[in-house]
């Protein structure tokens, strides 16, 4: 008899401009600001899915930061997190950027978004099921790293997303344009299409 896949399906969120505002290169833990609906929206999604950050750091490569420094700003976002009772699965990150800086940081990575590799790498260490699984963010590219791990994508206005929505294209179209964290949220939650996909 056909067993029906144990893999979770999770969201995948971007960092920046999609759970706290934008800072140019981020690079201060005191920096951080949640934006104001992130809470409540991660609230809701963490009773039915795994949380899972995916974010594009090449201020490292670029010298602006140390891994160390990165380390000690996920520490506190996921410290301000947990004061709200909002628990993260994992954080990845990629510290490349192909054009700047020294290596091991400059180079052309299969992490960095667009590419998929750090869902596909999540995919494999979480055990989750990239098709069920939703990426939200602010940007075209991680719409672009959504879909190519075989993801449904939500694009939020919120951070670059107003500005990003204008360019979006027939073949960089997400499945849904949402306000906000929340609004995403509420999305995936009250979509009959997915909904009875979602475990619960």
Not at 25 to 50: G, M, N, S, V
Not at 55 to 77: K, P
């Amino acid at each position: 008899m056909h067993q029906p896949s144990q893999k979770k399906a999770a969201v995948f969120l971007d960092r920046d401009g999609t759970i706290i505002e934008e800072v140019n290169y981020l690079r201060d833990p005191a920096q951080i600001q949640l934006i104001p609906t992130a809470i409540p929206a991660l609230t809701l999604l963490q009773q039915h899915f795994p949380l899972v950050i995916i974010t594009n750091q090449s201020g490292i490569a670029r010298g602006y930061l140390s891994e160390n420094q990165l380390h000690q700003i996920h520490d506190h976002l996921e410290l301000l997190l947990g004061a709200a009772d909002v628990h993260l699965t994992k954080i990845y990150y990629c510290p490349h950027h192909p054009k700047a800086g020294h290596l091991p940081y400059r180079q052309a990575c299969a992490c960095r978004k667009p590419q998929p590799g750090m869902l596909l790498a999540a995919a494999d260490e979480l055990d989750l099921d990239l098709a069920r699984s939703f990426t939200i963010g602010d940007q075209l590219s991680d719409i672009a790293a959504g879909s190519n791990a075989g993801t449904h994508t939500i694009l939020v206005r919120t951070g670059y997303g107003s500005k990003h929505q204008q360019r979006v294209a027939v073949e960089m179209s997400p499945d849904y344009v949402a306000d906000d964290l929340w609004t995403a949220a509420t999305w995936i939650l009250g979509s009959p299409e997915y909904w009875p996909q979602i475990p619960i």
